[in-house]
């Protein structure tokens, strides 16, 4: 099986600090990377995904950026909200279509 | 409003008693799954289904069974149901099976079996 291994598993950001979270992959054999959010009480909802072509993908102030020689990609949460309060997935497709989790990060950001 | 539907939304049971959690989409999406959210694990595939009448395992497939008679319905069977299969569900579609696409997730139900 083609695990994520994501980092960390618990971060406390204070408001307008800069969240990030990481993620590593075993192999490139799919091609798209995904980041879900998941607020409690909510089923997860995608906030943004990248290609491996392409070395970073901004969004507002979300951002990812990926490393492809070094299998890793992380999520960059710039001026981080209370509202950015939840549960972030990395995710990259297998094979069928499956989505492939990270273990998840729960972030807590503090007014 | 586009979205997935599923029910219950908590369902406490007892060993061994049968029990099928909904799944339904009005998205018209071919891909569908169910995964099941444990901490520290992520979300794990339970199954998936292509289109309808073609089903297949995900990774944790043991003790679970789905159907999809209709394309809009993927309900998830829990035949004898285990302490071990205590955790939170999530079923979820997507446009097609080629991973690219958005998956479109359901608001989950807490399942608990004493």
């Known amino acids: 099986q083609q695990q994520v291994k994501q980092s960390p598993q618990s971060l406390i950001v204070q408001k307008g600090g800069i969240s990030i979270i990481n993620c590593a992959y075993e192999n490139t054999a799919f091609d798209y990377f995904p980041w879900y959010q998941q607020f409690p009480g909510k089923g997860p909802a995608l906030l943004i995904a990248?290609?491996?072509?392409?070395s970073e993908k901004k969004e507002g102030r979300f951002t990812i950026s990926f490393n492809k020689s070094a299998k890793q990609f992380s999520l960059h949460i710039m001026d981080s909200q209370p509202g950015d309060s939840a549960t972030y997935f990395c995710a990259r497709t297998g094979n069928t279509g499956k989505l492939i989790f990270g273990q998840g990060t729960t972030l807590q950001v503090k007014p | 409003e586009a979205q997935v539907t599923q029910n219950p939304r908590y369902l406490i049971t007892v060993t061994g008693k049968k029990l099928t959690v909904t799944c339904s989409q009005n998205?018209?999406?071919?891909?569908m799954s169910w995964y099941r959210q444990d901490p520290g694990l992520g979300l794990r595939q339970i199954y998936y289904?292509?289109?309808?009448?073609?089903?297949d395992k995900g990774d944790v497939p043991e003790g679970y069974k789905v159907s999809r008679k209709e394309k809009r319905n993927f309900p998830l069977i829990l035949e004898s149901p285990s302490p071990n299969q205590t955790s939170l569900y999530f079923c979820?579609?997507?446009?097609?099976?080629?991973?690219?696409?958005?998956?479109?997730f359901g608001q989950g139900t807490r399942l608990t079996v004493v």
């Open positions: 998205m018209n999406h071919e891909y």
């Open positions: 979820a579609s997507s446009l097609s099976p080629t991973g690219t696409t958005e998956a479109f």
């Open positions: 289904s292509m289109n309808v009448e073609v089903t």
């Open positions: 990248i290609r491996p072509d392409v």
